[in-house]
């Protein structure tokens, strides 16, 4: 390779979803003019739907598996490939940025670059977690993803502090200071920062991840999960639970609106998608954040079709399944 391309810098942007993480990704790259960036995504589930999303100058798909035992994550030979392909591409690659979801092994994810595939290839320039003001439940410090995006953060982004009471985010980074006292912190509208307080400013220190501190007593073991009888996969991290769905059927405007208002459980968190309604010639851009949702409209891509992804704890998939299929015209 090239030695122009050694040290390639790299950003890790996490979070759970719905925080604004893509929000983010496409404001660094609307802002980054003459900058050629490459953008890696790993998604919670088989279905990758970030690149409906993402005005990406250059992405490349990185895939969640399970090694043969089905215990394990086995991200970071798909990572590491992917480095590989970016620099050795055609053109020259001046920044790359790992958007990550929310469950990942982050701590693992990052010392993939200090490996001795990447080490000398690539720099670890920060770790930017975003967090949504209006739906972080302090709870979730009780999941171990949720601490260690704090923990392993070099910038969290408080973002979408408009949608609640400045008393309310005080509270949140009060909290979030009792896990990283020396956090650094700032708010955010969609996700709206300067990049040079974020992006190039070389704040990433291998040196203090080789000794983690202790774990939160309630850290769980992570397992994948294949249904065979119901045709849908679902991965459990830490407690929850991911869900994807699919469909070459379009969906039912008024069925749908039931589905969201009257049948989808209090225990899913997060979802979002690409929706196809019988009633739209337009594709609907689907974002579910607690109780809130925002469906808006933008032109189609590609073919036509249904695709969600929902994340929560102890729901019933089988129903939820169900209640989809059940949208469909």
């Known amino acids: 390779m090239d030695a122009p391309k050694k040290g390639l810098p790299v950003s890790i942007i996490t979070g759970f979803l719905g925080s604004g993480k893509t929000t983010l990704l496409n404001h660094i790259i609307s802002k980054q003019e003459g900058i050629k960036t490459a953008v890696l995504v790993s998604e919670f589930g088989e279905i990758i739907i970030e690149n409906e999303f993402t005005e990406q100058i250059e992405e490349i798909e990185i895939k969640v598996e399970s090694d043969p035992g089905g215990t ?131 704040l990433f220190e291998s040196d203090k991840y080789y000794q983690p501190p202790q774990e939160p007593q309630s850290q769980k073991e992570e397992h994948y999960h294949y249904n065979d009888r119901c045709s849908f996969y679902y991965l459990e991290h830490d407690e929850f639970t991911s869900f994807s769905f699919q469909s070459d059927r379009p969906f039912s405007v008024p069925k749908f609106q039931d589905f969201l208002d009257n049948q989808l459980s209090e225990n899913i968190f997060r979802g979002k998608g690409i929706l196809w309604f019988e009633e739209s010639e337009l594709c609907q851009i689907f974002h579910l954040s607690g109780k809130r949702f925002t469906i808006d409209d933008d032109q189609w891509k590609g073919k036509r079709k249904n695709q969600l992804v929902f994340i929560g704890k102890s729901f019933d998939y089988d129903q939820l399944r169900s209640n989809l299929e059940n949208c469909l015209v």
């Open 72 to 202: 394990e994550m086995v991200v970071y030979e798909e990572l590491v490939n992917a480095i590989y392909k970016v620099l050795e591409g055609p053109e020259k690659i001046d920044y790359t940025i790992v958007e990550t979801e929310g469950l990942s092994y982050l701590l693992e994810l990052a010392l993939t670059f200090l490996g001795k595939e990447l080490r000398d290839l690539t720099r670890l320039d920060s770790i930017i977690t975003v967090v949504d003001c209006a739906n972080y439940n302090i709870d979730l410090f009780d999941s171990q993803a949720a601490y260690n995006q704090i923990l392993y953060s070099d910038f969290i982004l408080l973002n979408k502090v408009d949608l609640v009471h400045e008393a309310d985010v005080d509270l949140l980074e009060v909290k979030i200071r009792d896990v990283k006292k020396d956090a650094r912190i700032i708010r955010t509208k969609n996700a709206q920062v300067s990049l040079p307080l974020i992006l190039s400013v070389g």
